[in-house]
């Protein structure tokens, strides 16, 4: 069974940090890259940071210079480190791990941010 699992979310106030986490397992984790994503009530789900196998990296621009992708193979795991946080970051989080060449693609159920006074 694979299961993808987000922690971390919660409530913060405008300039604070959070860090969330992923928690992958039932794959091969190594070979997988790894994705942030978010949604905002009434918006399209969009990209926020990925992280491939051989540990490159990309963020939308709207994050960049705030927040850090990472990923530790030896726990399954994939962090976003989210810094000088903003009301526009709100929304939920979801974590993706794809394998293009095995068809292969898993989502989390996702963990609301809220940054807010």
């Known amino acids: 069974q694979v299961r993808v699992v987000e922690s971390g979310g919660g409530l913060v106030q405008p300039g604070g940090s959070l860090r969330l986490s992923c928690s992958v397992s039932g794959i091969d984790f190594r070979f997988y890259a790894m994705g942030w994503y978010r949604q905002a009530p009434g918006k399209q789900r969009d990209v926020v940071a990925t992280i491939s196998g051989s540990f490159r990296t990309n963020y939308a621009d709207s994050v960049k210079g705030r927040f850090t992708v990472s990923r530790d193979n030896a726990k399954n795991t994939v962090y976003l480190q989210m810094n000088s946080l903003k009301p526009e970051d709100t929304a939920v989080y979801y974590c993706?791990?794809?394998?293009?060449?095995?068809?292969?693609?898993?989502w989390g159920q996702g963990t609301q941010v809220t940054v807010s006074s």
């Open positions: 993706n791990a794809e394998y293009p060449q095995l068809r292969a693609t898993y």
